[in-house]
């Protein structure tokens, strides 16, 4: 019994953690309709924070957490609002979470940079070593202090948005915007007023956990993630279901590890968190998101099977030409890009044309490596399982969540590349371990050459880029720009929602696959840290600051991820610069939202408008914006 009790006041402790997190998540998003994945890491950021001002400089706990809670987050929230999702309201799904997912980013690096990795650091717990005994429970001061201020925070928040103008005047907000504006309400002002609250919350989550697991940037970061699965349980709506789910996630976690068998523990509670998200996004009741846009997208115009076949032979003799100009570092750098490049157009395919978004196309590029490594040597054989395992693995997905959209379809799949990354990919290939994977085999081609292989990427790329690009022309591909714009308008003309998604998840899962076994063949072997899921958020923001929509996008994108790795042994301490760089250039995508690609579509419109007669100019440039 005391066992069991011990173990309860654990998962009470951490699910109270949760619950502080998922409720500052549940406060912003419905008073702005825009999911801040960025949530965990602004607790991330303010554990830090309170660890410097406490630890690193000396100051009093006290006044360490008056700033870091009543000064640092609401400034942060208030200012993250105005500036990055204040210019987000009625975007798309896909731009509001990567211009998150941006701000993720970002705030990693710049913890990174502030708070090198290399130094261990060690927050104290709150009232340490001192302790009461209830019954035959020894309690620790900082496990009732947790649970004490969880609970008077779930009060607080019910009396505020119960008992007060400003709370009313939120909740106001989240029914209708317009009308509580008609009746003297800022909706701007009331939702600037919701961040810094989530942030403070954040902030609190983050400051409480710290003490109970390592401080680090990463891990901490993901921890506060799993309150994304509380979130969900009440619907990012109802903050006493959120709180509930958030104690059942912290108590059957706490039960796991002491009642589950060793092998069991080790392999369900990493995913436990993710298990609950996926159970929460596919079973319980879809309220109406109101993360759309009435606006439809403006994609670039497609250039004709002739220009685009034209444009691929060119590309691939470029190739040839520079390949033999480049040393074999360099050889093995383009190569990347190539290869990215290639897994990228499943983004342009399935996030570009169709508008859903995945958070978990590394896993099938993954997936894919994973089958050519098995079946082994570079047969034909090994090319087909690359693509058609991560295809009938694509299928299963579209078929369990066929019915979502928007941001449930996004956490569906972050929920699914998280458990795949402690479950299969860990196992499959190693702690630390490697699969060695094979480079493709053709008769009478030398594949081991490195310059052979790089001009076989690019003729890939190019075959790739070509046959996107025709789809795109045919009816399928303006079946999956109508799905883009409007799933509903689409239904009512008679196209199947269903088999459409169905059809746009099973080929990018495929054609992900495929450069998963081209990836392996470059490098020789595969890790699990190749697939993690923050690789997937870093590829689906890179992909978006390149352009979705277009495939020299896609290409940009390729090569600027490819070339963190040369500037940063060239430059060591650009490491962590090129992630908030990265993390910079995707919150732009607020007000530019179609990216390189779709900036450098423009341009060439407006130059092929100037040959035009003036009478055609103007339809010409307004149609490029």
């Not at 208030?78 to 990055?84: F, I, T």
């Not at 008609?182 to 710290?210: E, K």
Request: aromatic letters at 8%; glycine letters at 12%.
């Amino acid at each position: 019994m005391t066992t069991f009790l011990a173990l309860t006041l654990v998962g009470l402790v951490v699910g109270c953690i949760y619950a502080l997190t998922a409720c500052g998540l549940v406060v912003t998003y419905t008073t702005s309709g825009v999911f801040n994945f960025a949530h965990g890491a602004i607790g991330m950021v303010a554990a830090f924070t309170y660890w410097q001002l406490s630890v690193g400089w000396g100051l009093p706990v006290w006044l360490s957490l008056l700033l870091v809670l009543l000064v640092m987050a609401p400034l942060m929230g208030a200012l993250v609002e105005r500036v990055l999702v204040r210019p987000l309201y009625g975007a798309p799904i896909g731009v509001t979470l990567v211009v998150t997912l941006g701000l993720l980013i970002s705030l990693i690096g710049l913890a990174n940079l502030a708070w090198p990795p290399t130094t261990t650091r060690v927050l104290p717990k709150f009232f340490a070593g001192r302790t009461v005994t209830l019954a035959s429970l020894v309690v620790s001061y900082n496990e009732i202090l947790v649970i004490v201020t969880a609970a008077l925070v779930a009060v607080t928040l019910r009396s505020f948005f119960t008992r007060t103008r400003t709370g009313i005047a939120m909740r106001a907000v989240v029914d209708d915007q317009e009308l509580a504006a008609l009746a003297g309400t800022n909706p701007q002002r009331v939702a600037q007023l919701s961040w810094a609250l989530g942030a403070t919350l954040a902030a609190l989550a983050g400051v409480l956990l710290a003490p109970l697991v390592t401080l680090d940037i990463l891990g901490l970061t993901l921890l506060v993630i799993n309150g994304y699965a509380a979130a969900m349980v009440g619907r990012l709506r109802h903050l006493p279901a959120t709180v509930s789910g958030a104690l059942a996630l912290g108590l059957l976690d706490s039960w796991l590890i002491g009642y589950a068998p060793g092998g069991v523990v080790n392999v369900l509670k990493p995913a436990l968190p993710m298990f609950l998200l996926f159970g929460a996004v596919l079973f319980l009741k879809q309220e109406r998101l109101r993360a759309g846009s009435l606006a439809g997208v403006r994609m670039p115009r497609t250039p004709s099977f002739r220009r685009s076949v034209g444009s691929a032979a060119a590309f691939v003799v470029a190739a040839w030409v520079v390949s033999g100009q480049l040393s074999a570092a360099n050889l093995a750098t383009g190569g990347q890009g190539l290869v990215l490049a290639f897994i990228m157009l499943s983004l342009v395919l399935l996030s570009g044309y169709g508008g859903q978004v995945s958070l978990c196309q590394l896993t099938f590029v993954g997936l894919g490596a994973f089958a050519m490594g098995k079946i082994g040597g570079g047969s034909p054989l090994g090319l087909l399982g690359a693509i058609a395992l991560p295809a009938a693995t694509g299928a299963l997905i579209a078929l369990t969540v066929v019915r979502l959209r928007g941001l449930y379809l996004a956490l569906a799949t972050l929920a699914f590349a998280q458990a795949m990354d402690v479950i299969f990919f860990s196992r499959a290939l190693g702690y630390g371990g490697n699969l060695e994977v094979a480079r493709p085999s053709l008769p009478g081609i030398d594949l081991g050459n490195d310059r052979t292989y790089f001009v076989l990427l690019a003729v890939v790329f190019a075959v790739g880029a070509v046959g996107v690009l025709a789809l795109r022309r045919r009816a399928f591909g303006r079946r999956l720009v109508a799905l883009n714009d409007s799933p509903a308008a689409c239904a009512t003309m008679g196209v199947s929602v269903a088999t459409t998604k169905l059809i746009v998840l099973t080929a990018s899962a495929g054609l992900a696959g495929l450069g998963g076994a081209l990836f392996g063949g470059l490098h020789g072997s595969v890790s699990p840290n190749d697939f993690v899921l923050l690789n997937s958020l870093l590829l689906l923001l890179l992909a978006t600051l390149g352009g979705l929509y277009t495939v020299s996008g896609a290409f940009l994108a390729a090569m600027f991820y490819a070339l963190f790795p040369v500037l940063q042994n060239r430059y060591p301490g650009l490491g962590q610069v090129s992630y908030l760089l990265t993390g910079l250039g995707a919150l732009s995508l607020g007000r530019n939202r179609y990216g390189m690609g779709g900036q450098l579509a423009d341009l060439g419109e407006r130059l092929r408008a100037w040959r035009l007669p003036a009478g055609q100019q103007a339809e010409v440039l307004h149609a490029a914006g």
